[in-house]
């Protein structure tokens, strides 16, 4: 007899997937948008395998380059002002 969806979900730590006590994305939007840009930067529909290896380089050394100047100060992330006060909110709930 398989498992019904309520005997997996009491098995299964909320620590895996609960993130109330955490400051870590809730979702996988990020990944999203990076599937996004590198469909935009290769602006094809069926690009070559050398293609794409050639943009996924190209995207890594611009990742090490943007970590780096994070790591010196130098360049700081922003977060759309919508999502910042969302994360307020979610914070300032959470500490009541």
């Not at 794409?52 to 992330?77: C, M, P, R, V, Y």
């Amino acid at each position: 007899m398989p498992f019904s969806f309520w005997a997996i979900y009491m098995a299964t730590s909320t620590k895996i997937w609960n993130h109330f006590n955490t400051d870590r994305t809730r979702t996988a939007n990020h990944l999203e948008g990076w599937h996004a840009a590198l469909n935009r930067s290769i602006s094809r529909p069926k690009p070559n395998i050398f293609v794409l290896i050639t943009e996924i380089k190209n995207q890594q050394q611009n990742f090490e380059l943007d970590l780096q100047a994070q790591k010196n100060g130098n360049l700081k992330t922003l977060n759309k002002m919508k999502f910042r006060k969302l994360e307020k909110r979610l914070k300032n709930a959470k500490d009541r």
